[in-house]
């Protein structure tokens, strides 16, 4: 499923992580003007936190392309997203949308799409500001969680959760951003 149009798209060529791993990032923006003033770099940052996942998540062979969607937009749509997939009432910070039910392609050669992301970013700001985080490293947090959903992690039990939340964490680290299951000041 590719809930993506070509909407304010921005372009880059695809980049080679460290782990030979070719990623296609393509984003777009509707509805996300107060999230985009708020974080001028805002492709960059989109870009290196999916990078970053995507090398970080573990589950990618070498040399392997992928690809990935990755929306931001208003809080309605991400509403009526949560409502038509997941059947939950209301916005949510962001969504994951696996296009992988199982193995990767067996052809290494063939990019494997790894699915879409849909992005509420008023529900980015105000989770930022209620946590005294900043917009773009929050929507960094964010974005990396949706790209570790999107290659099969979870956190529906305990054990998932603290794995999850160790690569996020991580992750996090090598773009420079703090713990964000840390209180603001460390406390």
């Not at 372009?11 to 974080?39: H, M, N, Q």
């Not at 870009?47 to 573990?58: D, E, F």
């Not at 392997?64 to 910070?93: C, F, M, Q, Y």
């Not at 699915?115 to 970013?121: E, F, H, L, P, Q």
């Amino acid at each position: 499923m590719n809930i993506m149009k070509k909407m304010a798209r921005a372009e880059a060529p695809r980049p080679v992580l460290s782990t030979d791993v070719l990623a296609d990032i393509d984003i777009a923006a509707d509805g996300a003007d107060a999230l985009l003033a708020r974080v001028p770099d805002w492709d960059g940052v989109i870009r290196a936190a999916a990078l970053a996942a995507v090398a970080g998540a573990g589950r990618l062979p070498g040399g392997r392309a992928v690809e990935v969607s990755i929306l931001l937009t208003d809080d309605d749509r991400v509403s009526d997203l949560n409502k038509t997939h997941r059947g939950k009432e209301g916005p949510t910070n962001v969504l994951s949308f696996p296009a992988l039910g199982g193995p990767l392609p067996p052809d290494p050669g063939v990019p494997a799409m790894l699915g879409d992301v849909a992005v509420a970013a008023g529900v980015v700001l105000a989770e930022a500001e209620n946590a005294g985080l900043s917009p773009a490293d929050h929507l960094s947090h964010l974005i990396v969680h949706g790209i570790l959903h999107l290659m099969g992690h979870d956190h529906e039990t305990d054990d998932e959760a603290a794995r999850m939340e160790g690569l996020e964490i991580d992750i996090l680290q090598g773009l420079g951003i703090a713990n964000p299951y840390e209180p603001a000041g460390g406390g």
